[in-house]
């Protein structure tokens, strides 16, 4: 498994990552990792690997775009010192085109989104031992979807910038895609964004592959 | 205006009808309609037509199936002697197959759906001046999703019925559909369910305009 | 319709406009743009013009007289940038030298009042489309009575500013009376000032035809 | 004064008598007796007239029009074996004619008014020391405004039944058009009904004086 | 009466005079005067003297001992330019002497008290028209109870200062003692200083018989 | 000390036993003991003495006067089989006739007061271990205070039935007494009846010394 | 794995199941399976074997000992016709022997607990496809400490109860010991009974273990 | 008993400490002082020696380490003045190290603790007439427990300085450990760190024989 002991991860994103952590950077042992997704690795982690010691760490804020990320990303992220920089956003980016579409000052357009994005990149890569880019993504498999199709250019660019800095692609798009196979997405996201425990517990599952998590790790 | 001087009518439906309205039944000056489409309704004829007294009842309760609303339609609405009854459910009948799949108990089959809406229809025909069936809907364009699919079964059974019973039919889901074509689903109903401000003004709309609402009305 | 796709409105005024919303200024898909009139413009805006992106945007504060609106004018209002600035403002004015006449010290006399109201209009005008001024009114019928007299000198003011400065005027204190006639003012504003649902519809309605909105406009 | 030492005054009425008192029957120490005009004619009666042990009993009920009183006039006013039994009901009998005059059933024409009224004085008559009937107003002093007109015809009922059963009638009606004189009727009922402290103690003050109470009393 | 129309008057004072009162400063329609004397005052000076408009402030706030009143004294007294001051201060600075014995720190000695006292007198004499001081007092009318015979001291200087530099003085100890001989001190004030209605009602009766109030005034 | 291993004690009075304990019957580990006397004494009891289970319980319950102590008397304290049961009532007996002189029906007169703790005290004698009778008591040093005379009256009935019945005596209005000697009432009870943390330590002290406590005491 | 497609399985215990739950009995999309080791299962199995529908039923209650829960075995469990139930009962039978030693009345020894859960047991044998017994536990590795020690007695009586009636048995006291070779109690229970996030989910695995849960498993 | 008319006594330290005191610095006659031992030590100083005036000052804050104690140790305890202090701090230095040993920014190693401890003693030496230096504690009497084993390290640190600068030290995991022997940890602290009124009780009963405090002390 990619992440070795006495190793800290840093999740940064939207209120996807958030989930109700402490603002703006949370963790431990009470509610400050959230609800999401970010507890649920946590505590995978602990559960089958308790014999290394990870930080997580849950610098997830409700709202984000990747132009607020950005602007926080030196406090919350980089200054932390993290080993492991986990990066999921670009959905507000999008979404504000759809549901609010008249006020344009917060929708944010691939050209920017590509270099907000690459900004948080560069300020990490090379002070830690890797980076993870989760993509964006929208509930909703049929890709003629107007909000689908202009998030799966964001996906792209997310997949874009992973190869150009070598950074470890979680494709959350795809993954929620093919789930969708089995079960509707409204069992996994009423509003096909923000994930219930189930969708939660699959971001983690997608998460945890890309780290090469063992299930059957017996530890010693 | 179908609706006259005196009338009264009385909306009974799901959690789209009830939106915080006074349980089960509410009316009046304060919240007791409710914030959606029910009090849209009651604002808009009082603002155009203020020389017509036309009673309206939110009979709307969060959560039912057409399976529950039948159980209290005779409380709720046919105990009310409404001029006219307005009916606006399966949402729920459909959504809980797609949500909680395993909970097969919450879920009602088209047959079911068939015979409950037509034991309301029958219940109140001939008591009152006229029935208006709403159909349910799903704020999804792509009609290969398999809840939009589902739905457009349901949506056949209430038009279906309508013309059987002589009621008069609003069909929601063709509404929204031709409104996607000029906005995207999240920016009425961030679940394809649920209005906002908008979603509800277009659902009051689409019933004023089969009342034969005029909005050049000038009262005398 | 005066109001063209990409036009951003800007509402100012005191609670009648504010009715709940974002502080100081409220936008967007939530709650932001409160629950009075501004709302439903915005809500009939979108559901009779889906082709026109529209940004409403509401700055009206709770218990503003003119002096207070003018004070936050340049923050709440001009520097939004917008393409049309509607006023809503003078009955605080002239309510609290009837409430705490004692309290002289929060009534702004007529000279006060047209002073700060030409200021709110020479600050904008010429940078925007238009300015409506949306008169302030008391439901009150009879034209004897204390408060109502000394409303309508404001409201005779608030005429003349906008003949002279050639913003749209619309006159709410007259719509209100034509309405009284066939309703009572307890049925649209139980202390004669905040409106209910009725009530908010009612300016909306106003606002609107001051716009030329058609019900009947059909979007391609 | 008209109470004297260990007598039991119990009002009934609505919410202007309720004004947040214990439900349905309030008295004591603490917020037993609301905080309108019951308590400060408690407090002036504990204040001028120590050496009086005057008990003071709130039976007033938000909302209650008189045909809600007389269904609850036994339990909450006879059986509580005052020496003395005040009314002020009617208001909600009228108001609701004109501020929701869909809703028909809630509303109690004059005819009912003048039998309900009836019945609760004959309830109490002869068991008590004397009846007390405090009018219905509407804070209005125009009496062209329709809801005003109405209101006189309830109060003329109210007097002319304290001449036929020979209570002590209190005509507030009156009391606050004369006040009117001096003051709007926005500095003590923002909606012409529900009073202010002013206007509590402007009801208190005219009940007092239906006492015969003396300010310049000297307890011994 | 000595307030006359268009006069202000501030009570300044502790939490006896704050009562729930806006802090620092409050005033108006609303709560802004607490539940206590101050708005008492203000509703009979309404009520019975309509036609004069006297602006009643209450600065009073919880807790304050005179030197924590003394700090506050220019920005909440001084600085508002009342016609009239009344100050009722000193309760806490002998209560803490013998409830928090230990305390010392919050213990005010009287030849502190009569100095912080008499710089509040200075800071508003001669700018005024009158200063009413009100005593403190301890409900308790066993002048041998130690906390008593201690208030005495305090209520002595407070005389004397009212004689030396002409300030109106109500003895608010001495009202009480006649009181406690029909009532006992548990009807007005359950632990002998936060008053009940009652208690409060009768401070405001001994500051308007200070201000020569009539009652049989006829408005005109 | 008299309580032995595996007895249980059931308090039963009014709220200075209650003190925020389960209502009607309240014990064990989180605040079902409330925060009074109760709980000092279970804890002083578990501190000195933990090789005994001692099991407490508090049947405490505001606002009881002797009269509504009895109704509930058999539910709360004899069907409890407990070994030793305290009683502490009576206060609320004497304070209604002080506070609220009016309400008679609240006033308990000693006679009454008697028969009523008479009536509890032969309802366990002789099931129990023992009986406790907690004087009740005003904490008001002068004898000559109305309701501290009226209130040594219920302590003298309480002293004599003590006797007569052989019940353990616990003299509070005495120990209150000799306390005050030295602390002002204020220091322990603001309202000379509800203790603090000092006047709840004082009761449960009092109480153990009755009981033999040993704070010497050596667990074997 | 054991749970097949269209399998209902119901969880009943105490608070460690419960865990905010619905009560008694919740399931659902939203918190009704509360946030302990069941939502924890519910979620595992969704993201895993999304073809299956495996219906999940949370019937805990807080502070359930296992008569307790006998008590309501019939209508929570029983009747709720499962194709599995699990089974996790005897903490608080154990617990309240230490926590309040003097309340007997609350502790269960081992032979009530032993028939308590046998009865529970034979009640759904033979109408289910299998029965778990998750055993109670301390997080308390020192097995010479009395609370563990007597945890030890209990979890026999499960292993022997499971052998006798081929129940799955769960042996949570053993895998939490295990766990502790690697951490300390304290990361995973802070009172050594409920578990935070990575104790439930430490359960959670063990129960999904035993049923032979696979991680690698793809569903078709 | 060592504490003397007039002295001031200040408890500085973590949660075990603050138990709900005002922060950081909470005294007085309300809940100041917090619900623990501090509040514990205040009453029974009151209660059994009345006659002297001693001055409690509670300056615990939930979760503070020695190393943020040490950080406001002068603003909260030097600046004070006071006659003693007394300082109970380190468990939280322990504890994160077992319960998020993954954090260990949040740890204070042994060599960290001795120099802030020491720090803390130096600053109020010779200024005090004396400091009690209470040990921390985990309430384990399994001195083979991990957490236990590393708190026996920090209480024998605080040990050794107590003897190097002659502070009162006060054993409580040795106090503990013997209250152990009676009954178990979870009867006076659920999670072996936050004591519950017993726990609370038997740490003041500590502190209090370090003061030489007398229960047979007769007040003159």
Chains 1, 2, 3, 4, 5, 6, 7, 8 share one sequence.
Not at 206 to 216: D, G, V
Request: charged residues 25%; proline residues 4%.
């Amino acid at each position: 498994m990619l992440l070795q002991d006495g190793d800290r991860i840093v999740f940064a994103g939207d209120s996807v990552t958030d989930m109700g952590s402490t603002k703006p950077v949370g963790e431990g042992v009470f509610d400050g990792l959230g609800k999401g997704y970010v507890r649920i690795v946590d505590s995978l982690l602990a559960a089958f690997y308790p014999e290394r010691r990870i930080r997580v760490t849950n610098s997830g804020l409700d709202g984000n775009s990747s132009k607020e990320l950005l602007t926080r990303f030196h406090r919350d992220v980089v200054s932390l010192d993290a080993d492991w920089v986990a990066i999921c956003i670009g959905i507000n980016d999008v979404w504000r085109q759809f549901d609010v579409p008249a006020i344009t000052s917060m929708h944010v357009a691939p050209t920017e989104y590509r270099a907000n994005l690459e900004q948080m990149i560069t300020a990490v890569k090379g002070k830690v031992k890797g980076v993870f880019l989760l993509s964006p993504y929208y509930v909703e498999p049929n890709r003629a979807d107007p909000m689908r199709a202009r998030m799966d250019e964001y996906v792209a660019i997310c997949r874009e910038l992973s190869q150009r800095h070598g950074c470890i692609f979680v494709n959350l798009q795809e993954m929620f895609e093919e789930y969708c196979e089995f079960r509707h997405s409204s069992s996994v996201a009423w509003d096909r964004v923000h994930p219930n425990q189930v969708g939660s517990t699959l971001i983690a599952k997608a998460f945890l592959e890309a780290c090469e998590f063992e299930y059957h790790h017996i530890p010693v």
